[in-house]
């Protein structure tokens, strides 16, 4: 209903203010929508007075918390923006308990209701909602909790539809991998000669010892103890061999990232018994100074490994080729004060032009005669979508190029 009759006073103050904010509300180029959150703050004024502090845990005993507070937490308000982002026909239509848009990701909710429980003021998640016709859309979510003075249970959230941009980002990140197979297998070529001697020495050996033991079966009393020491060498030698054809499988297959803990003093490990020959061949003498504190981090162990194995190379490579008359690798792993794993590699090859800092990272961006410029930059493309950096550190006397990769250390709370 609407009336002419003009209120005075702060009636009139506060109806302008009623209308300046439906009017902001209505005119925003993006969906808003308001909530009605008294019965889940009544929720959780409960959990208080029950003596609860840690909201995490408690919804980890009762996960159905999050349901019941999704079905009492309603829209009471929207602007013309959010009825068309959620496909409503109506404001009716749109009026509903939250479980009718979160039902996907009520995980993501539970984020919500914990910082209201902490007393934050506002918060904000990426989540999958669902829209009033049954389809889905990828949305970013802002929420500001007591926004309007006159209904402190309320909240105001602004939706934004993310879709194009996670579409946008998932074909950038198989456009990364597919990168990232093609230099694998790119450096899986340059290290045949390695391969090779690395396959070929355990079958070697299981040649040998096959045909000892063969000669040992053809005597009349065939020394048991001795078949049976050389029954064990083909076992461990066979081990050894399938252990290379696996890593070289590894780094040679096009596979789906796959996100878990991983300790990366055994990854550096891993990487160097992968080019050990290379070492031997190269003369290279590597230390590793492996931190025995220090935490796992989350990430692909391929992907991590490449990096590794591709700054080994480099190194490799820019000592040999400057005829350097100590080549040393050193390998160090530490934890920071900030809670970052870092692995710092540094050698004492000739170390990078300054001229050529700047661009160190740039693809197609070359101080080797015959490289192409993307081992680096890729590198740096798989480090920062495991949430680090890799970076040049400064020089120091007696080394050469010195490198520092840092990844955030992986906490129990991380989804793995």
């Known amino acids: 209903m609407t009336t002419n009759a003009r209120p005075s006073g702060d009636g009139c103050a506060d109806a302008l203010e009623a209308q300046r904010f439906r009017e902001l509300f209505d005119a925003t180029p993006a969906a808003i929508v308001e909530l009605d959150c008294t019965e889940l703050h009544a929720m959780l004024d409960e959990l208080r007075k029950d003596g609860v502090v840690d909201i995490r845990s408690y919804i980890d005993a009762h996960p159905a918390f999050v349901l019941a507070a999704l079905e009492r937490t309603r829209v009471v308000a929207t602007n013309e923006h959010f009825l068309t982002l959620m496909r409503a026909p109506t ?41 009033v016709d049954g389809t889905t859309i990828d949305c970013l979510v802002s929420s500001a909790y007591g926004a ?59 040649a040998l010892t096959s045909e000892a033991m063969l000669r040992w079966l053809e005597l009349d009393e065939p020394d048991l103890d001795e078949l049976r020491a050389l029954a064990r060498s083909t076992a461990e030698q066979t081990a050894r061999a399938a252990d290379v054809v696996g890593r070289i499988r590894r780094m040679a297959r096009r596979a789906e990232p796959l996100m878990r803990p991983i300790a990366l003093n055994a990854l550096v490990q891993d990487g ?23 935490p796992m981090v989350l990430g692909d162990a391929v992907q991590l490994q490449q990096v590794f194995i591709n700054l080994a190379l480099n190194a490799i490579q820019a000592m040999t080729s400057a005829l350097s008359a100590v080549r040393r690798l050193r390998v160090t792993t530490r934890l920071t004060a ?9 050698d004492t090859g000739p170390g990078v032009p300054t001229c050529d800092e700047a661009r160190l990272f740039q693809r197609f961006h070359t101080t080797k005669p015959d490289g192409m410029g993307m081992g680096l930059p890729i590198s740096q493309t798989i480090v920062q979508a495991h949430g680090g950096m890799l970076r040049l550190a400064e020089r120091q006397e007696g080394w050469g190029c010195r490198f520092v990769m840092e990844v955030p250390a992986h906490t129990r709370g991380t989804p793995a």
Do not use: N
């Not at 074909?171 to 694998?184: F, S």
């Not at 080019?275 to 504190?293: I, M």
């Open 338 to 346: 900030g809670g970052w794993v870092e692995l710092w590699m540094e």
């Open 272 to 294: 160097c018994r992968f080019l050990h020959h290379e070492f031997l061949r190269r003369d290279v003498q590597v230390e590793t100074r492996l931190d025995p504190t220090s």
């Open 91 to 131: 404001f009716a239509d749109a009026c509903i308990p939250l479980i009718g848009y979160w039902s996907p990701s009520p995980h993501v909710y539970r984020q919500f209701i914990e910082a209201r429980f902490d007393g934050k003021p506002t918060h904000e998640a990426e989540t999958r909602m669902l829209r």
């Open 148 to 206: 309007v003075a006159s209904r402190p249970y309320s909240t105001i959230s602004v939706l934004v539809d993310v879709g194009a941009r996670l579409v946008a980002e998932r074909e950038l990140a198989r456009v990364q991998a597919e990168l990232a197979h093609a230099a694998r297998v790119t450096v899986l070529g340059q290290l045949t000669t390695s391969i090779a001697h690395e396959v070929s020495q355990p079958l070697s050996t299981i």
